[in-house]
């Protein structure tokens, strides 16, 4: 009788004892602390992936739409070919070995690089498809929409795997648009600043205020003849303002005549807007215009304003008379769009109160400014800006 019950005691002190519970817990637990471990590394390499690859994927795409609007007669196939190049640069210094392309097709494959992973259970290898889809706008004119799927396989680290989870995969898409041609008719006048102050230099060595908007003008132009090569929905003009208004240019089509006038400008006296801008409003909102274009291409055209200084009015009642008649334009649906370039405080707010909106308002405070300016106004005036649509 003693002896068993010295045996049951002994066996409830060993219930009782807690002395290895820690190091049993510990074996238990050190499988799942290493895997959370890993996890949290591999979600921010995930991350960090999944980002580049957006960007390069969105980077594609843009490109391969402007080029097929950029450069004449550009093939859907060299398009595909520009995008596939910049996928390529954004994972050459990834894990791939290398690229399995598709002739012709925009698809690629990339090659596994883990060999001990080539079995019935290996990660399915990258890949990259661009498509383009081609359609008509506008009498000759093109629409292309740009789709690139970008996939590719992250490998989990050895402490994740503890997990049973070998790879993902990642993938991002993008899709840009763009067109040779606008859909839409517009007439257009220009208002620009020849006054004295245009004569001084800017931040490039050797060029002028003045020889700035020349060239500001030339990147507008050029917006708005790839839009319209033949001259079918665009109508241009443009008016000079120093101390008063100058010859007021006639509205034409395409842009031929506006080049020429701008061309020709001197920047010369004093600041006066208010005549010149209401001479372009009365110019763009003639109802001949929408006579001129309903018998062209059947369309009421959207008229624009340019609206271009440097500087002050000498007056105040004439920054008083040009806001009157903004007010009229934007009444009446007239979109103008305004650039202050290097002006000082009040003929930035002069144009900024002018403009239809917030976002039709420019301050160029330098030449590359200016000249990004006009090119934006061109862009959106024709539709033609490439833009990402996802």
């Given at each position: 009788?003693?002896?068993?019950?010295?045996?049951?005691?002994?066996?409830?002190?060993?219930?009782?004892?807690?002395?290895?519970?820690?190091?049993?817990?510990?074996?238990?637990?050190?499988?799942?602390?290493?895997?959370?471990?890993?996890?949290?590394?591999?979600?921010?390499?995930?991350?960090?992936?999944?980002?580049?690859?957006?960007?390069?994927?969105?980077?594609?795409?843009?490109?391969?739409?402007?080029?097929?609007?950029?450069?004449?007669?550009?093939?859907?196939?060299?398009?595909?070919?520009?995008?596939?190049?910049?996928?390529?640069?954004?994972?050459?210094?990834?894990?791939?070995?290398?690229?399995?392309?598709?002739?012709?097709?925009?698809?690629?494959?990339?090659?596994?690089?883990?060999p001990d992973l080539a079995s019935n259970d290996a990660p399915p290898t990258d890949e990259a498809t661009v498509d383009i889809?081609?359609?008509?706008?506008?009498?000759?004119?093109?629409?292309?929409?740009?789709?690139?799927?970008?996939?590719?396989?992250?490998?989990?680290?050895?402490?994740?795997?503890?997990?049973?989870?070998?790879?993902?995969?990642?993938?991002?898409?993008?899709?840009?648009?763009?067109?040779?041609?606008?859909?839409?008719?517009?007439?257009?006048?220009?208002?620009?600043?020849?006054?004295?102050?245009?004569?001084?230099?800017?931040?490039?060595?050797?060029?002028?205020?003045?020889?700035?908007?020349?060239?500001?003008?030339?990147?507008?132009?050029?917006?708005?003849?790839?839009?319209?090569?033949?001259?079918?929905?665009?109508?241009?003009?443009?008016?000079?303002?120093?101390?008063?208004?100058?010859?007021?240019?006639?509205?034409?089509?395409?842009?031929?005549?506006?080049?020429?006038?701008?061309?020709?400008?001197?920047?010369?006296?004093?600041?006066?807007?208010?005549?010149?801008?209401?001479?372009?409003?009365?110019?763009?909102?003639?109802?001949?215009?929408?006579?001129?274009?309903?018998?062209?291409?059947?369309?009421?055209?959207?008229?624009?304003?340019?609206f271009m200084t440097d500087g002050d009015n000498n007056n105040s009642s004439d920054d008083t008379k040009t806001l009157a008649?903004?007010?009229?334009?934007?009444?009446?649906?007239?979109?103008?769009?305004?650039?202050?370039?290097?002006?000082?405080?009040?003929?930035?707010?002069?144009?900024?109160?002018?403009?239809?909106?917030?976002?039709?308002?420019?301050?160029?405070?330098?030449?590359?400014?200016?000249?990004?300016?006009?090119?934006?106004?061109?862009?959106?005036?024709?539709?033609?800006?490439?833009?990402?649509?996802?």
């Amino acid at each position: 009788m003693g002896k068993r019950s010295t045996i049951n005691r002994s066996f409830m002190a060993m219930l009782k004892d807690r002395g290895g519970n820690f190091g049993m817990m510990a074996a238990l637990a050190t499988p799942l602390i290493l895997a959370a471990g890993g996890v949290a590394i591999d979600l921010a390499n995930m991350v960090t992936m999944k980002n580049q690859m957006q960007d390069a994927a969105d980077a594609a795409a843009l490109a391969a739409a402007s080029a097929l609007v950029a450069k004449k007669n550009e093939t859907p196939e060299k398009a595909k070919e520009i995008a596939l190049n910049f996928l390529k640069a954004q994972s050459a210094g990834s894990a791939s070995d290398g690229w399995d392309e598709s002739g012709g097709t925009g698809d690629v494959a990339f090659k596994s690089a883990s060999p001990d992973l080539a079995s019935n259970d290996a990660p399915p290898t990258d890949e990259a498809t661009v498509d383009i889809l081609e359609g008509s706008n506008g009498a000759t004119g093109k629409t292309f929409k740009v789709s690139i799927v970008n996939k590719r396989t992250i490998e989990f680290n050895a402490m994740t795997r503890l997990l049973g989870q070998k790879w993902t995969q990642i993938e991002t898409r993008a899709t840009a648009e763009s067109a040779t041609e606008t859909k839409n008719a517009l007439s257009m006048y220009l208002v620009l600043d020849r006054s004295g102050s245009m004569a001084e230099k800017t931040n490039v060595s050797g060029v002028t205020k003045i020889m700035a908007l020349k060239s500001a003008v030339t990147d507008l132009v050029t917006q708005l003849n790839t839009a319209d090569p033949d001259q079918i929905y665009v109508r241009t003009a443009a008016i000079s303002y120093n101390s008063s208004q100058d010859t007021a240019g006639k509205l034409a089509w395409g842009t031929a005549d506006t080049a020429a006038y701008v061309k020709k400008l001197v920047a010369t006296g004093g600041t006066a807007s208010a005549a010149a801008f209401a001479t372009a409003y009365a110019k763009v909102t003639d109802p001949k215009e929408d006579e001129l274009h309903q018998a062209k291409n059947k369309q009421v055209p959207t008229k624009y304003i340019v609206f271009m200084t440097d500087g002050d009015n000498n007056n105040s009642s004439d920054d008083t008379k040009t806001l009157a008649t903004c007010a009229t334009a934007r009444k009446n649906n007239v979109q103008v769009y305004t650039v202050a370039f290097m002006a000082p405080a009040r003929g930035q707010k002069l144009l900024s109160d002018c403009a239809t909106t917030t976002a039709n308002y420019f301050k160029a405070e330098n030449t590359a400014d200016l000249i990004a300016a006009f090119k934006a106004i061109g862009e959106k005036a024709s539709a033609m800006a490439t833009r990402l649509t996802k």
